[in-house]
């Protein structure tokens, strides 16, 4: 792969969303499994094969969250071969020494059905089972803070009351007073037990025809969001690195469990030097992170691994529906540049999340690829993208220019264009034209030796509406604005407007 981060400087990316999202669904089961608890992670497993011929490279980019149960027609309704799904400790083991094997059977069937629908399933294992959090007193180290946590005061069958004293480095009270905290999301007793339910899920996972590959070690955790009440040395030391363990010595991969926006990416990557912990890392993970971080991360974790991936297992949860066509393809072409066409894993984006009720009400309107059983603009922008990029095999093209300029940005506030070779010597150019105070500008003239070949070219909108184009010679004049009413609204409510031409082969 080439230097990530090498040519131009990418700026800012787009604003990360805030923290809050849909609760993430539980999945869970359990077996009786036998195996030995490794100490320490294994060696890497060896790198995976590239596609196959009937794969789309950009399928295999692009994923989503919580399918459920609608995870095995994923392909066939978006065009998507990735579904992230928890798999909960407390639905496997509901108390200590029961488990359930019934529930895991489900589990591991819904996985297979989806892997036979053309739809990988990433596990995310997690969180810890209510009978099994810790009781005692403890205390950690946050960025600039001192926390701990207090004895249990009263308790309910999901939360602890205790006290807990936030004091600054230098001494300094910062806060002090009794909190109610999820019992899941306090870490494990003995962290024997979370190993073996890891093992369970991941020895049965791993044998069945799923055909798991990866595997997330929790969701998160970080102090500060509702899914971890403990420092990062805790979560290493009694989830990661534990669990990594196992997964490796199954023959699978780890993907590290999400680290959150709002969270500097300093952090977990100084926590990773300071354990030493990169060899239990195949997949550094970030969720609603500007893409513009992309390059630098991907750097670090190439620093250790010959083969290093960057996904990012959480991104959109926003009512911007130009979001998709906005951030997709510049990464899609940042990450060929990288080396995406060998590496078909290396880089991923999983859309936050498959479906919310179509009612303003509800928890996720607006934000997720279908809005009830119907799709959502985000939906309708993924499916473009998706049609448009349909081939095994993708790579950046270039012999083309653009009046006015357009070059390359991973800077999502600013104007870009970004070319793609297919399979079958079609090509597909993606506009981002920023909206200035009058709008973007009116139109875009293409000029590429590529045009006088094309069997036909077609201009694109953001949600797949085809309108036909005229070159003349090697030239062509590209409309800004959409002829389609909900496309021109969508992308006239954003900062950068997408739109794409065809050129067929």
């Known amino acids: 792969m080439t230097a990530p981060g090498t040519g131009r400087r990418p700026g800012p990316g787009p604003a990360a969303p805030g923290l809050s999202r849909r609760a993430l669904l539980a999945l869970a089961g359990g077996t009786a499994l036998a195996g030995t608890l490794p100490a320490t992670a294994s060696a890497a497993p060896a790198p995976l094969a590239p596609a196959s011929a009937a794969d789309s490279l950009f399928s295999r980019f692009a994923g989503t969250c919580q399918a459920g149960a609608d995870a095995p027609v994923a392909d066939e309704r978006l065009g998507l071969t990735w579904n992230r799904q928890d798999v909960s400790w407390a639905a496997l083991q509901p108390a200590e020494g029961t488990w359930d094997d019934a529930a895991l059977d489900t589990l591991v069937t819904a996985f297979e059905t989806a892997a036979a629908g053309g739809v990988s399933t990433l596990p995310v294992l997690g969180y810890t089972a209510p009978w099994a959090a810790r009781r005692d007193p403890y205390d950690f180290t946050v960025p600039g803070q001192h926390v701990a946590i207090g004895p249990v005061l009263s308790e309910t069958a999901t939360t602890f009351r205790r006290r807990v004293t936030v004091t600054a480095t230098d001494g300094t009270p910062v806060s002090d007073g009794e909190r109610e905290l999820r019992r899941d999301k306090t870490p494990p007793a003995d962290p024997d037990q979370w190993t073996a339910f890891v093992q369970r899920a991941v020895d049965r996972l791993t044998a069945s025809t799923a055909d798991v590959t990866y595997f997330q070690l929790w969701n998160e955790a970080y102090w500060g969001t509702p899914f971890w009440n403990s420092g990062l040395d805790d979560y290493f030391a009694t989830v990661h690195e534990p669990a990594a363990a196992v997964v490796r010595a199954a023959g699978a991969r780890t993907v590290y469990g999400g680290w959150p926006a709002g ?41 250790h691994s010959a083969t290093p991936a960057l996904w990012q297992s959480e991104y959109g949860f926003t009512t ?123 139109h875009v003239v293409l000029d590429s030796p590529a045009l006088s070949g094309a069997s036909a070219v077609r201009r694109v909108d953001l949600y797949g509406n085809t309108t036909p184009l005229t070159p003349a010679g090697t030239t062509v004049t590209v409309p800004a604005h959409d002829p389609d009413t909900e496309a021109e609204t969508a992308n006239a409510a954003t900062g950068v407007r997408a739109v794409y031409v065809a050129l067929d082969a």
């Open 320 to 442: 911007d529906w130009a979001s998709i066509g906005n951030v997709y393809p510049r990464v899609f072409s940042w990450a060929l540049r990288e080396g995406l066409a060998d590496h078909p894993d290396m880089v991923k984006m999983f859309w936050f999340a498959w479906r919310a009720p179509d009612d303003p009400a509800a928890y996720g309107y607006r934000k997720c690829l279908f809005s009830g059983s119907t799709l959502s603009g985000h939906g309708r922008a993924l499916k473009a993208l998706t049609t448009l990029l349909d081939s095994p095999s993708v790579s950046r093209w270039s012999d083309f220019t653009t009046t006015p300029v357009l070059g390359f940005t991973l800077d999502g506030a600013v104007s870009s264009a970004e070319g793609f070779t297919l399979a079958d010597g079609s090509h597909v150019l993606a506009l981002h034209l920023r909206n200035g105070p009058s709008g973007p500008v009116d």
């Open 263 to 303: 969270a500097p990416t300093s952090e977990l990557l100084r926590t990773l030097d300071a354990r030493a912990a990169w060899d239990t890392v195949d997949v550094l993970d970030i969720h609603y992170q500007a893409i513009n971080t992309m390059p630098a991360l991907l750097t670090a974790a190439a620093a």
